[in-house]
């Protein structure tokens, strides 16, 4: 089976601040731009910025026991590369809503995980597995 790529673009206040942050502190590749918008390679993924008012945003998800930022979105990684980025991310200060963590510890879907939010407040989700044959596990 082919692998596909997920788009989603979504508003943000600055595109300089987008760039610091998804490019410089992400680590994502830029692609095209104008003055409205900017691409990034998210994780293999196409992250599309565009100038705007982002979503409103509430802690409503339930996950666990925490309350969640909703809507948000995220990237699923192997544990190696969540660990580094989460490293990295420690490092910059990052103040994360869910600091770095292991959830659902020795059940199906084990998984580490983390929240934080990007300059103009859209919550991001990063989440590492050991497997990643296990993401769907029930």
């Not at 979504?10 to 590749?29: K, M, N, P, T, W």
Request: glycine share 10%.
């Amino acid at each position: 089976m082919a692998t596909s790529l997920f788009h989603l673009a979504i508003h943000v206040r600055s595109l300089d601040e987008a760039r610091q942050f998804y490019g410089g502190l992400l680590g994502c590749e830029e692609g095209r731009s104008t003055e409205t918008w900017v691409d990034f390679d998210f994780f293999g993924h196409q992250l599309s910025l565009h100038l705007g008012e982002p979503f409103p945003v509430a802690n409503t998800g339930q996950v666990g026991e925490h309350r969640v930022p909703m809507p948000h979105f995220g990237v699923v990684l192997a544990l190696p590369a969540w660990q580094a980025l989460a490293d990295r991310l420690s490092a910059a200060g990052v103040d994360f809503v869910l600091k770095p963590s292991i959830r659902f510890r020795g059940e199906p879907g084990e998984q580490a995980t983390m929240f934080f939010l990007d300059p103009s407040g859209n919550p991001i989700e990063v989440k590492g597995f050991a497997d990643l044959d296990a993401v769907y596990a029930a």
